[in-house]
T-cell receptor, first 114, second 109 residues
Framework: GAVVSQHPSWVICKSGTSVKIECRSLDFQATTMFWYRQFPKQSLMLMATSNEGSKATYEQGVEKDKFLINHASLTLSTLTVTSAHPEDSSFYIC??????????FGPGTRLTVL | KQEVTQIPAALSVPEGENLVLNCSFTDSAIYNLQWFRQDPGKGLTSLLLIQSSQREQTSGRLNASLDKSSGRSTLYIAASQPGDSATYLCAAEGEKLTFGTGTRLTIIP
């Protein structure tokens, strides 16, 4: 099946710094990618939909200036958490849509902000 | 707004038993219903995907059913094994993929 990778798998940063997370579709092109976050013992919540070559669509309540999404190519989307704070600590998971219409999920990135 | 609920939130059963996990959704206008498995600290593993036109899908010891009209799906696991211990998530895809709250399954050896 299709493979989606994420890098890094875990990251620890200091409060106030920015962190970039990469999501790559390894064996297919994805015009649409999705970013989710998951708090401990909770389900996944969609943060934003990333479309190649255009601006991302953010879900209600998600600050677009804080969570910057760039989808510069058909195989790469990045999520940058700017001025990270401890409350941003979470598990971030991306997915990529492969033809005809199936989402494949990455392994996730554990972010801890000290 | 789609809401997806899973009952029970946690389940412990002895090894070898058959079990059923439940998923309900409020908006029946969905394209498909998916079941995932998530191990602690890990990403998602897709188990089964049922298209809206289908009633069920099977893979090995797993069988998932879908009843759109009643807004329900079930995941049946036959002859459970300790390796089945994980959190199981269902997700309904309409305008977007909406995840359920998950069922944490523990199989007791």
């Amino acid at each position: 099946g299709a493979v989606v990778s994420q890098h890094p798998s875990w990251v620890i940063c200091k409060s106030g710094t920015s962190v970039k997370i990469e999501c790559r579709s390894l064996d297919f092109q994805a015009t649409t990618m999705f970013w989710y976050r998951q708090f401990p013992k909770q389900s996944l919540m969609l943060m934003a939909t990333s479309n190649e070559g255009s601006k991302a669509t953010y879900e209600q309540g998600v600050e677009k200036d804080k969570f910057l999404i760039n989808h510069a190519s058909l195989t790469l989307s990045t999520l940058t958490v700017t001025s990270a704070h401890p409350e941003d600590s979470s598990f971030y998971i991306c997915s990529a849509r492969a033809p005809p219409d199936t989402q494949y999920f990455g392994p996730g990135t554990r972010l801890t902000v000290l | 707004k789609q809401e997806v609920t899973q009952i029970p939130a946690a389940l412990s059963v002895p090894e070898g038993e058959n079990l059923v996990l439940n998923c309900s959704f409020t908006d029946s206008a969905i394209y498909n219903l998916q079941w995932f498995r998530q191990d602690p600290g890990k990403g998602l593993t897709s188990l089964l995907l049922i298209q809206s036109s289908q009633r069920e899908q099977t893979s090995g010891r797993l069988n998932a059913s879908l009843d759109k009209s009643s807004g329900r799906s079930t995941l049946y696991i036959a002859a459970s094994q300790p390796g089945d211990s994980a959190t199981y998530l269902c997700a309904a895809e309409g305008e977007k993929l909406t995840f359920g709250t998950g069922t944490r399954l523990t199989i007791i050896p």
